[in-house]
């Protein structure tokens, strides 16, 4: 293949362009700032089933200690129209006085024990609220270091598009200035897995492969003509030849 050797010129800033996107490219996928979002996020998540959790666990407490205010009064009450029935003096008879007094007795410990019961759960719903508390509190530190990791992360994505744009129109310059059989070499050597189609000979190195070329090779290279487009024998990239290449 023959180019004029300028042309050929070309071929190291169009390398050095893509050697740029590909640089982009790879920040981009493994940009920081998306592992910090997605790892704020999983944490939101599960402090999201924490809270779902906890708000059951407060609902069902809260249940209990309805019921057992409910449980208490009923007692008291039942207790309150025993002593009034006691003092009213209607009761006549022993037994029935014996009776009621017995009730109240045991009214008496029912209501104290129902209340201890009602005091152990309010407890329970105490520590409840405040846990659920803390996983809101939790929730919404989390929601602001969230909203700062997405407006960096976005920020970052917005100055890599900025650069890959101008890296593209950078590259469409060079390309409409390559002959198309040069140019479709040097885009088949970079799709064969490649990184480098394109390097500059200097002084017995193939910059591509960073390989030293033979003697027999650095005769081959001052021989040929500065139109030829020459490969490298190892890697295959084109060689550009340029006043630095020490031939």
Avoid: F, W
């Avoid at 996107?21 to 910090?36: G, K, M, Q, S, V």
């Avoid at 924490?50 to 059951?56: G, L, P, Q, S």
């Avoid at 700062?148 to 920020?155: K, P, Y």
């Amino acid at each position: 293949m023959k180019a004029d050797p300028e042309v050929q010129r070309l071929l190291l800033d169009l390398q050095a362009v893509d050697t740029s996107l590909d640089r982009n490219r790879h920040r981009d996928a493994t940009l920081p700032e998306r592992a910090t979002v997605a790892e704020l996020q999983r944490a939101a998540d599960a402090d999201a089933d924490r809270a779902v959790r906890a708000r059951t666990v407060v609902s069902d407490l809260s249940r209990q200690v309805a019921r057992a205010e409910g449980d208490v009064s009923s007692v008291r009450a039942r207790a309150d129209r025993d002593r009034a029935l006691l003092a009213s003096g209607n009761v006549s008879s022993s037994r029935q006085l014996s009776d009621l007094e017995h009730e109240v007795v045991s009214l008496a410990k029912r209501q104290a024990e129902l209340e201890d019961a009602e005091l152990e759960v309010m407890e329970q719903l105490e520590v409840a609220e405040a846990e659920l508390a803390a996983i809101a509190a939790a929730i919404e530190a989390g929601e602001a270091a969230r909203a700062e990791a997405v407006a960096a992360r976005d920020g970052a994505l917005a100055a890599l598009a900025t650069e890959r744009e101008a890296l593209l129109a950078d590259r469409a310059d060079l390309v409409a200035r390559v002959p198309a059989d040069l140019l479709a070499s040097y885009e088949r050597i970079r799709s064969g897995g490649v990184g480098i189609a394109a390097g500059l000979v200097r002084y017995g190195r193939c910059e591509s492969c960073q390989m030293e070329l033979s003697r027999v090779d650095l005769d081959a290279i001052r021989a040929a003509p500065a139109d030829d487009v020459l490969r490298c024998p190892e890697c295959r990239a084109i060689m550009i030849r340029t006043e630095e290449s020490g031939l």
